[in-house]
T-cell receptor, first 118, second 117 residues
Framework: DTAVSQTPKYLVTQMGNDKSIKCEQN?????MYWYKQDSKKFLKIMFS???????INETVPNRFSPKSPDKAHLNLHINSLELGDSAVYFC?????????????????FGAGTRLSVL | DQQVKQNSPSLSVQEGRISILNCDYT??????FLWYKKYPAEGPTFLIS?????DKNEDGRFTVFLNKSAKHLSLHIVPSQPGDSAVYFC????????????????FGQGTILTVHP
């Protein structure tokens, strides 16, 4: 039973389109993240939500909009897709608990969504 | 500006020998470091971590060493096994930093480890 699942696994689309990537975790965690792995292979954080509240928002174009309907889901919507958006997007989750700062919590990752913008 | 760097894109090791993966960082605010392992078509999985108050942490075949003065950490795998072949990512976080860095992991670009039978 997959702990952090992303759909779709692959996404091929044309420039200018709008697309969404969904993420769900069944670990009972209260914090979820979106990362982008670019062509240079660096994994860079984009957003993080804790209990449905945005806590990390890196310098990301406002064409990217995360939505967290509940603690178990964090979806990523991308408007007006551009060639430079082509990358692998990873969702992750972790659990913040008392006495264990969020920054030290282990993050569990999904398998990634490979987005190709043509 | 990459605050975490893994300068070796790849490493090839014979089965049974030691694998040493290196990572350098520039941000002196980082106080917690992690290693993740990634197989193709899968997400990264947590391997081992170390707090800045320690200089070594060991878990089975895996040991992480931290040299704060040099802003350098390394992962030792002994003995290496073919199943260890994967991409290894170093990551760092700043616990005491407030605001948007709380909970944020900064990753290196990964090192591809190949262990030959």
């Amino acid at each position: 039973d997959t702990a952090v699942s992303q759909t779709p696994k692959y996404l091929v689309t044309q420039m200018g389109n709008d697309k969404s990537i969904k993420c769900e975790q069944n670990l009972g965690h209260d914090t979820m993240y979106w990362y982008k792995q670019d062509s240079k292979k660096f994994l860079k954080i984009m957003f993080s939500y804790n209990n449905k509240e945005l806590i990390i928002n890196e310098t990301v174009p406002n064409r990217f909009s995360p939505k967290s309907p509940d603690k178990a889901h964090l979806n990523l919507h991308i408007n007006s897709l551009e060639l430079g958006d082509s990358a692998v997007y990873f969702c992750a989750s972790s659990q913040a608990s008392s006495g264990r700062p969020l920054a030290k919590n282990i993050q569990y990752f999904g398998a990634g969504t490979r987005l190709s913008v043509l | 500006d990459q605050q975490v760097k893994q300068n070796s894109p790849s490493l090839s090791v014979q089965e049974g020998r030691i694998s040493i993966l290196n990572c350098d960082y520039t941000n002196s605010m980082f106080d917690y470091f992690l290693w993740y392992k990634k197989y193709p078509a899968e997400g990264p999985t947590f391997l081992i971590s170390i707090s800045s108050i320690k200089d070594k942490n060991e878990d089975g075949r895996f040991t992480v060493f931290l040299n704060k003065s040099a802003k350098h950490l390394s992962l030792h795998i002994v003995p290496s096994q073919p199943g260890d072949s994967a991409v290894y990512f170093c990551a760092a976080s700043a616990f005491n930093a407030g605001g948007t860095s709380y909970g944020k992991l900064t990753f290196g670009q990964g090192t591809i480890l190949t262990v030959h039978p």
